[in-house]
């Protein structure tokens, strides 16, 4: 069973938490990841995010999600022991703003941002162009699923 494990940083969390656990899920499986697998969402405030990127990534200010990979999904686990495929960093007001910019719904941005993270977790990268049109090829196909099957 793929188990979700979803935390907030910031106070009060106004945002559904349980929506994300089932769009993580749903977008995993839509990627046909193991089925003992388990992912770690946290929802942060733009100051932690910012500390994050620079710690991580070297990176000065905030971003709007990040992926830490774990284990390879692809590697084979003995008994029932699950695939820890990794954590997904989300700066809500990063996507606040960025909805504002891109004249899409908050709920759309932060969709995407964790339908991202949720790749990057299993292999997807946009390093070179054809890699990030392929990634945004299946972030656009899952997400239109998922509004159909909503």
Request: glycine share 4%; hydrophobic share 45%.
């Amino acid at each position: 069973m793929m188990e979700i494990q979803i935390i907030s940083h910031r106070e009060p969390e106004v945002l559904d938490l349980q929506a994300f656990v089932r769009l993580a899920q749903f977008a995993l499986a839509r990627e046909e990841a193991p089925e003992a697998c388990v992912v770690s969402i946290a929802l942060v405030d733009v100051g932690e995010m910012a500390e994050l990127n620079e710690r991580y990534r070297e990176m000065e200010g905030p971003t709007d999600v990040l992926s830490f990979p774990c284990d390879d999904p692809q590697l084979m686990v003995e008994g029932d022991e699950p695939v820890t495929l990794g954590d997904i960093i989300i700066a809500p007001e990063i996507a606040e703003a960025q909805a504002r910019e891109y004249g899409q719904t908050i709920e759309a941005e932060l969709n995407l941002l964790l339908v991202h993270g949720v790749l990057h977790l299993l292999g997807y990268d946009h390093i070179e162009p054809e890699d990030a049109e392929a990634m945004e090829n299946r972030e656009q196909s899952i997400l239109a699923a998922w509004e159909i099957n909503q």
